[in-house]
């Protein structure tokens, strides 16, 4: 039986809808020990964002769509264009910002073969070109590199893994970027055990997403 199939079994015992947590409860401890992973939670949240069998409410509770949500006609609303080429981007100060505190601040993205122009607007407003990437990400055809977005970032932020303290940053300014205190600029080798996470984790994404 696949983790999928678990989660969905779990949820249809708790009625169908619920939290991560109360999921995550319904899924026996004998099926949780094969899975081999030290964060069962966000494993079980991966498969919830991932699957489109999945509907979180705006309460925070998931639901599987195929009890409780009735599909909507194609005709209601277009379907979502989906980034062909491109994929995930790493990109990161390097340089200190006054307005920042010490340690290295990152940013996980989309691009579509434009990260160079992307680049170039986020250094227009600054006095050098201090932005630079660090590694970039291609995912398959067909995948919705959006939803891998969203995992990678999850997994940053509650996966201790990668062995950093990773934060929001807290510039109010810079909101979509992280902020890694532990790691400094010049800390190439931590640096590159980040990168590795994040692929790590792009490539954990598209497995899930591809088995929809």
Known sequence: MTQYEQVVIALKKIGGK???????????????????????????????????????????????????????????????????????YLIAFTENVKSLKAGFVFKVGMTNDKLEKRLWVYNAHLPIQIIQTVATYPVPDGVNAKKIEEYVRIELLNNDAHGFSITKCEDGHQREWLQAQDINKGDQESINKLAKFVKNAVNRAVKIQKTD
Do not use: C, M
Not at 38 to 67: C, H, M, Q
């Open 18 to 88: 619920g939290t991560v947590s109360e999921i995550l409860n319904a899924i026996p401890e004998d099926h949780l020990k094969k899975w081999k992973t030290e964060t069962p939670k966000n494993t079980v949240w991966s498969i919830l964002s991932l699957r489109n069998a999945f509907v979180k409410e705006k309460t925070g509770v998931w639901v599987y769509s195929e009890v409780e949500t009735p599909k909507k006609p194609v005709s209601q609303k277009p379907a979502v264009k989906t980034a062909t080429k491109g994929g995930l």
